[in-house]
C-alpha cells in the first residue's frame, strides 16, 4: 500500500520526515485528512494537533499555525512553532496563556497588541489541549 511522506517543518528546523498511511490536519476551516492519491492543494493552519497514523499507529504533534501543501502523497507542513506532544511542559502553557489573558483586560479591541495577545491565548490553549493527546 502507498504511504504518505510528511515532512514538518519551522523556521528554525526540519522537525521531521516520515512515512505515514494517513496525516489530520488542523486546517483554517477545521481539520481535515490526507491519505495516498489525494488531490493537492495547500491550506492554512490553525493552532492545533497534527496527528500522523501509520500502521494503527498515531503520533501527536503540536503545530501553531502556518501552511500545509499536500502534493503527490507528500504532506509539508510550513508551520511557525511545531512539537511533539510528549515535550509539551503544560503548566509553562498554562502560565503563558494566563499572562496573555490578563494583559487582554487592560487593552482596548483596537490597540495592536490586543490581536497579539489574543492568538497567545488562541495559541496556549491549543497547546494545552494538544498535550491531552499524550
Request: charged letters at 30%; a negative charge.
Amino acid at each position: 500500500m502507498a504511504k504518505l511522506t510528511v515532512e514538518i517543518v519551522t523556521p528554525e528546523k526540519r522537525i521531521l520526515s516520515v512515512q505515514a498511511d494517513e496525516a489530520i490536519v488542523p486546517g483554517g476551516k477545521g481539520l481535515f485528512g490526507v491519505r495516498p492519491g489525494h488531490t493537492p492543494f495547500l491550506s492554512l493552519m490553525e493552532p492545533g494537533p497534527l496527528t500522523l497514523i501509520d500502521g494503527g499507529r498515531r503520533e501527536y504533534y503540536f503545530v501553531a499555525g502556518g501552511f500545509v501543501e499536500v502534493s503527490n502523497d507528500k504532506v509539508l507542513v510550513l508551520a511557525d512553532v511545531a512539537e511533539s506532544v510528549t515535550g509539551i511542559d503544560v503548566e509553562a502553557a498554562r502560565r503563558r496563556m494566563q499572562e496573555a489573558s490578563e494583559r487582554l483586560k487592560g487593552l482596548s479591541s483596537d490597540d495592536v497588541r490586543f490581536d497579539i495577545e489574543q492568538a497567545t491565548v488562541r495559541r496556549e490553549t491549543a497547546r494545552m489541549s494538544a498535550a491531552s493527546l499524550r
